[in-house]
């Protein structure tokens, strides 16, 4: 059974470039979450989708960073302009929300973003 | 953003000793979930607690959800080297999961 798949593992690029992150959750879940860990702030929730709908977005540090769902399977987190404090590790989590808390979020392995 | 405070932020333990953290917050949350996380690496998922004062264990890993619902504790009996890791606690009390600041184990053979 595939986990949440995350791509690239690693992007190295320059300040300026546009970078996308892509993620494929867990088949049959409907809740979706980008993170962003770094030694510094640890793990900080960027923004959320439910049944492909973005929920709370309030974690996205700034107008440069974007993110989509366009199905239940493929979400991407796109940031743009790239700058060199957006160097960090940016996992992507999914879950299968119901009514209730009873709710477990599952990890993809991250990919590892280092801005130049 | 908010964060739980995890403690202790690091220990340096020989095989075979017990390990124990945890995790206090000044919110009530209704989940506490525990991770643990290896270099390069997602976090996995070890144990989950949905009720106040419930223990659950997970092989040699017991965890418990505190009565006053504003901390968890983790334990790890008899530890080996792949215990080696960093643990994340994780609240959750409305629709957002707030992890803490770790606790880095080494264990030593």
């Known amino acids: 059974d595939a986990g949440v798949i995350q791509s690239p593992r690693h992007e190295v690029t320059e300040m300026g470039q546009e970078v996308t992150l892509r993620c494929k959750p867990i088949?049959?879940?409907?809740?979706l979450f980008w993170y962003r860990q770094t030694m510094m702030r640890g793990l900080e929730l960027l923004i959320y989708?439910?049944?492909?709908?973005?929920?709370?977005d309030s974690g996205m540090p700034e107008d440069r960073f974007s993110a989509k769902m366009p199905n239940a399977s493929f979400s991407t987190l796109k940031i743009q302009p790239s700058e060199p404090r957006d160097s960090a590790v940016y996992f992507c989590?999914?879950?299968?929300?119901?009514?209730?808390?009873?709710?477990?979020?599952?990890f993809g392995s991250g990919t590892q973003l280092s801005v130049l | 953003g908010q964060q739980l405070n995890q403690s202790p932020q690091s220990m340096f333990i020989q095989e075979g000793e017990d390990v124990s953290m945890n995790c206090t917050s000044s919110?009530?949350?209704?989940?506490w979930l525990w991770y643990k996380q290896e270099p390069g690496e997602g976090p996995v998922l070890l144990i989950a607690?949905?009720?106040?004062?419930e223990l659950t264990s997970n092989g040699r890993l017991t965890a418990q959800f505190g009565i006053t619902r504003k901390d968890s504790f983790l334990n790890i009996s008899a530890s080996i080297p792949s215990d080696v890791g960093i643990y994340f606690c994780?609240?959750?009390?409305?629709?957002?999961?707030?992890f803490g600041t770790g606790t880095r184990l080494q264990v030593f053979p």
């Open positions: 994780a609240g959750r009390n409305t629709d957002k999961l707030i």
């Open positions: 088949s049959g879940h409907n809740s």
């Open positions: 919110s009530i949350f209704n989940t």
């Open positions: 607690l949905y009720k106040a004062g």
């Open positions: 989590a999914s879950s299968y929300r119901t009514q209730g808390l009873r709710e477990k979020l599952f």
């Open positions: 989708f439910n049944n492909n709908v973005p929920i709370d």
